[in-house]
Each structure stands twice: as C-alpha cells, then as structure tokens.
C-alpha cells in the first residue's frame, strides 16, 4: 500500500524505570518516523544546557522525585503542540501522575487526537534493578546500552558514533530504589487510570530487546493508517 503513513493515536510507553521504554521508544521512532518524546531526555538536556528550567528540574531528579506537574506539563504542552506531532507521536516517561494523565486527555481532544494507545511494560523488580545498573548512554546520540546484556563492542564507546557512554547520576543504587517507590505511589495510578478507560495493552518486557520490540510494533501496527485510512 502506498500513501503516507501516520499514527493514527499517540502511543504511550509505560513502565517502571529499567523497564525498557526508551530503548523501544527510539526502535518505534525509527520505524515509524514519528518523534520520540521523552520527558526525561528534555530535562537532562536542560540540565546539560543549565537552563532555569534544568536547575529547577535538577533537584529532583538528583533526589529520584517527580519535577512538579506544572514545570512537565508546560513543557510537553509545547512539545507536542509542533508540527513534527502531526503523524504522531511516541511518549517516553509521561505522564507519570494522575493529574499529568487528565491534562494531557484534554490537550490531546483539543488537538482532535483519539484517546492514546498505552502499552505497558511488564518487568520484575530483579531484572529493573539489573538493567537499571548496568545501563550505560552514548553521551553522542543518546544510545542506551547495558554492560551485562547488551554491552558496545569496545568498552565505554557507543557502536554507532564512537560517543563516550556515561552512567546517568540518577542509576546510583540509592536513587534507583527512590525511583521505583516514586513509581510505586505516583505512576501505577495512571496504569490504573488508563486500565479503566479500556486503553491499556500488556507486552511482556522481561525479553531481549528484539522480541519485546516484535510485541510493541504488532500493537503499533494495528493504529498505522494510510491515507487517512486505518
Ligand atoms: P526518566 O529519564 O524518564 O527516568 O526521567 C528522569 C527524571 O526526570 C525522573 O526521575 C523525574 O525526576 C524527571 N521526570 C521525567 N519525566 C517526568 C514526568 N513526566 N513528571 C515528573 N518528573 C519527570
């Protein structure tokens, strides 16, 4: 079939840290030739670029608490308010509260999209806490590895641009453990939120990159539509 190829919904990406989100999210945007959206992404590179914004952020990502839903909301309102969402777009790390959740259900009716599709990767605590360890990213282009599972073929240096891979501050082993409480009491509601609208879609995320890749896209490929068409 040719035509032009779109998303005909968001696509949410939920899980606890380590559960893979991001590296999926960079498969599907390849793939999809949508935007990749990861809150998380936005604010390090503020951080990076010590914006009033990223030292406000700062404090609490340090901490592994949630940045205040006023500073995200603002900021992801924006983001995909640009005309790169128009085909669609993949959220990485939002929302992560209820009330993220309602604000964008109304910025997404605004804008005239269908409710989101919200597919939720399901991983053991035990495997979140190996991944989240060993997961190192290429301080190039952003490529995420993990030096027990799927280490770069020359220590430190990412396969695709040579970039050095760095650990992110927040992987220390006391603010992973903040993280996933943080998850625990802010962002398995929103799970629960979405299960009640009838949106959410289970993959396992407990196997290799590659066949948790071939479950996401079977998902995403029933919301691909061509001209307009699904
Ligand atoms: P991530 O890369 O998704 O693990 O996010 C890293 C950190 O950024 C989190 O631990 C939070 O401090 C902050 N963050 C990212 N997304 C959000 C969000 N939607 N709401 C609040 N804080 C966020």
């Not at 949410?12 to 960079?26: E, F, R, S, V």
């Not at 998850?183 to 398995?188: D, K, N, P, S």
Request: one cysteine or more.
């Amino acid at each position: 079939m040719g035509g032009t190829k779109r998303l005909c919904r968001p696509v949410i990406l939920m899980g606890p840290p380590g559960a893979g989100k991001g590296t999926q999210a960079q498969v599907l945007a390849a793939r999809y030739g949508v935007p990749h959206i990861a809150t998380g992404d936005m604010f390090r590179e503020h951080v990076r670029q010590g914006t009033p914004l990223g030292r406000e952020a700062e404090a609490y990502m340090r901490r592994g608490e949630l940045v205040p839903d006023r500073v995200v909301v603002a900021m992801l309102a924006e983001r995909i308010g640009r005309p790169d969402c128009a085909a669609g777009f993949i959220l990485d790390g939002f929302p992560r509260t209820v009330a993220q959740a309602e604000v964008l259900d109304r910025l997404l009716a605004e804008a005239g999209w269908p409710p989101p599709l919200v597919v939720h990767f399901a991983v053991a605590h035990g495997v979140l806490l190996r991944r989240l360890a060993g997961r190192r990213v290429c301080t190039v282009g952003g490529e995420i590895y993990n030096i027990y599972d799927h280490p770069p073929k020359v220590a430190g240096r990412c396969d695709h641009d040579g970039g050095e891979l760095v650990q992110r501050p927040d992987d220390s082993e006391e603010v992973i453990q903040e993280r996933l409480v943080t998850y625990q009491q802010h962002t398995l509601p929103v799970l629960d939120y979405y299960r009640r609208a009838g949106l959410v879609e289970e993959v396992n995320g407990e196997g290799t990159p590659e066949q948790v890749t071939a479950a996401v896209v079977a998902l995403v490929e029933k919301i691909v539509c061509r001209d307009g068409r699904l």
